[in-house]
């Protein structure tokens, strides 16, 4: 599937590939040497170069103190403590003149205090605890409380405070849809601070989940990129192919896999680029270059995953961008850095 990100909007890209019919696939069997590695102009990198600096992806360069040795049964309480706010996949923040920032409370925010709290680390001096509250309204939501998505504001957020929001979203989302136990159906219960369920009736603890998704820029032989709208998108919207991994499947292997099955090609020089969390609701996004197999042909779609598919020079992008005919994910994505990536710089958003 292509990635996140953006908001979908609809056009036919003027290069596009005529889709055709999905050969029979071959076996994809991964390879027995390491690929040789690719250099960010595309080449293969020659003997004793450096190899290719990962992305710079907006959200790989987040950190905080997660402070792991004192998550106690219970989360903490006291004059450090700030809570954030959370509610489904948005985050309380407030305007300041610096720019945005989370806007940290100092008195319990829940409207139940059945709900859980989880807690989440350091920011300076202050213990942050998390609190994922129900979908606000005008009726019980505090009306200075400023919710806003976040995918759309995390880029602005400072490193230590987007690791927090994007932590705060993901164990909202883990805590919502863990209630009773897959095992029994008995009920969970939080411990250390949030970070375990254990079942009631067996006893079983249970641990948040992230699920691994490759996310990969394939380039051809004459240095076109990849890139294709899925048939969930509305409108413009385009991106790399992304797709998750499956049990007993290595990163590599997930590549090869979803690029066969979405558009009909082998790839080849499989290389690792970085990484990014998207807790939307709890992935984690592995970033991926790769070139066109030699002798692939052309593009095959699968139907029912991608409307349309097609090679891209840099030269047709960018007036593609200024004219609307196509729009890409946003600057938060580790989609749009793997784009620039191969552009060789930032690009324009579109009209």
Known sequence: MPTHSGDPS?????????????????????????PAPVSSAGAPSPEGAAAPQCLAAPLARIGFDRDGLHREDLAPSGDD???????????SVADGPDGVRLALEVTDPRPDPSHPLV?????????????????????????GRDLRELRRVAAQLSHEEAGIALT????????????????CGGALAPESAGWVLRCRED??????????????????????????????????????LAGFVEPGETLEGAVAREVREEVGID????????????PFPRSLML???????????????????IAEAAWWTREDL??????????????????????????GGALPDAR
């Open 10 to 34: 609809r056009t036919t890209p003027a290069p596009a590939a005529a889709p055709v019919s999905q050969p029979a696939a071959a076996p994809v069997s991964e390879p027995a040497a390491a």
């Open 81 to 91: 403590v700030r809570y954030v706010v959370s509610s489904g996949a948005s985050i």
């Open 119 to 143: 807690y989440l680390g350091r920011l300076g001096e202050h213990r942050v605890v998390a609190a994922d509250v129900p979908e606000p309204s005008a009726e019980l939501d505090d009306p």
């Open 168 to 183: 705060a979203v993901g164990m909202g989302a883990w805590h919502r849809a863990h209630r009773h136990c897959p095992q």
């Open 203 to 240: 006893a079983t603890p249970h641990f948040p989940r992230t699920d691994p998704a490759v996310i990969m820029a394939v380039r051809d032989a004459d240095d076109r990129l990849l890139l294709a709208r899925n048939a969930s998108f509305r409108g413009r919207f385009h991106s790399v």
């Open 267 to 278: 790839v080849e020089q499989v290389e690792y680029a970085g990484s990014q969390p998207w």
């Open 287 to 305: 970033a991926f270059r790769a070139r066109a197999a030699s002798g692939s042909g052309a593009l095959a779609l699968q139907e029912e995953e």
């Open 318 to 343: 960018v007036p593609a961008l200024a004219a609307g005919r196509i729009a890409l994910p946003g600057p938060e994505s580790i989609a749009r850095a793997l784009i620039e990536d191969w552009y």
